[in-house]
């Protein structure tokens, strides 16, 4: 009998404490919705179940976004009059492709890892294995 003690593999890849790695595919689709900056980003990542007990920290999450600034993925503009912190940021013609190509490569992945849990659970997979 299997029994999950999840104390035992805190911080282990098993726990899905590496999830947030889907935050730039995250921020891509967030930005979609039109121009942000970069607090209320950080505010609505905190909604997504896989990063609702480990939010991204702020610093991280402006690091990637600068990240995705460099890369033409998004185009951040200080507002007039406005402080640091309150800078806006645009998803741009490139950061809509990049969107476009996360979603296949998510949906792609969303079949693997089924195949994989089938696997795990010791279903059949593909051909025999045994």
């Not at 979603?103 to 025999?128: M, P």
Request: charge should be neutral; charged fraction near 20%; hydrophobic fraction near 35%.
């Amino acid at each position: 009998m299997f029994v999950q003690e999840s104390s035992l593999f805190d911080g282990c890849p098993c726990s899905g404490c590496h999830l947030p790695r889907f935050v730039l595919p995250l921020l891509l689709g967030l930005l979609a919705d039109g121009p942000q900056h970069g607090y209320q980003l950080l505010q609505r990542l905190r909604d997504f179940p896989t990063l609702r007990d480990t939010p991204p920290d702020q610093a991280g999450m402006y690091r990637l976004l600068k990240q995705m600034e460099d890369n033409g993925l998004v185009s951040g503009e200080q507002g007039p009059g406005r402080t640091v912190g309150k800078r806006s940021f645009t998803l741009t013609a490139r950061g809509q492709a990049c969107l476009a190509t996360w979603a296949g490569t998510l949906d792609r992945y969303q079949e693997d890892i089924a195949c994989i849990v089938s696997f795990l659970r010791r279903g059949k997979v593909g051909g025999d294995h045994s």
